[in-house]
């Protein structure tokens, strides 16, 4: 079920997907073809932005070992996965909260909202104001879990 939560995030992080196989940009970031995660090389498979009225808050990108397209696919692929956001814009941590709870209810049952009910505090209380710039990793790790990262 962790690996699902990290591709949940895509969910909430990435409202506008754009798949690629080549180098792409949105909002104005580049992101790489491809980076290594816990020694695995990892593809670039899409990058989206989110908008708010009409400025870009953020920029997200997906990647996975091999591209996909199909979610149920990119569910079940094995090995490590990572999502990259990039604030270009100003975010209080309360909003941050506020999202990451929203997509979490919205896309469980109380059963599964309470088997990641202490992981999901742990998460909310490590978010903090992002300023344009910031950015947030998240990694799916076998064998770990999801790891979290905040500006490094």
């Not at 949940?8 to 754009?18: G, N, R, S, Y």
């Not at 490590?80 to 709870?101: C, N, Q, S």
Request: aromatic residues 10%; charged residues 25%; contains cysteine.
């Amino acid at each position: 079920m962790y690996r699902n939560t990290l591709l949940l995030l895509v969910l909430i992080f990435t409202p506008k997907v754009v798949y690629s196989s080549e180098r792409c940009s949105t909002s104005g970031i580049d992101w790489p073809d491809e980076l290594v995660v816990g020694s695995k090389p990892l593809k670039l498979n899409g990058i989206g932005s989110r908008t708010k009225w009409v400025w870009d808050v953020y920029s997200a990108a997906l990647y996975l070992p091999e591209q996909e397209k199909d979610p149920n696919k990119i569910f079940a692929m094995d090995g490590a996965k990572r999502i990259a956001v990039k604030f270009l814009y100003d975010v209080p941590a309360e909003k941050l909260v506020e999202g990451w709870r929203d997509g979490f209810e919205l896309n469980h049952n109380a059963e599964q909202l309470l088997e990641l009910a202490d992981n999901l505090e742990r998460s909310y209380a490590l978010l903090q104001d992002m300023e344009a710039g910031d950015q947030i990793l998240l990694d799916y790790l076998p064998q770990q879990g999801t790891r979290l990262t905040i500006n490094g």
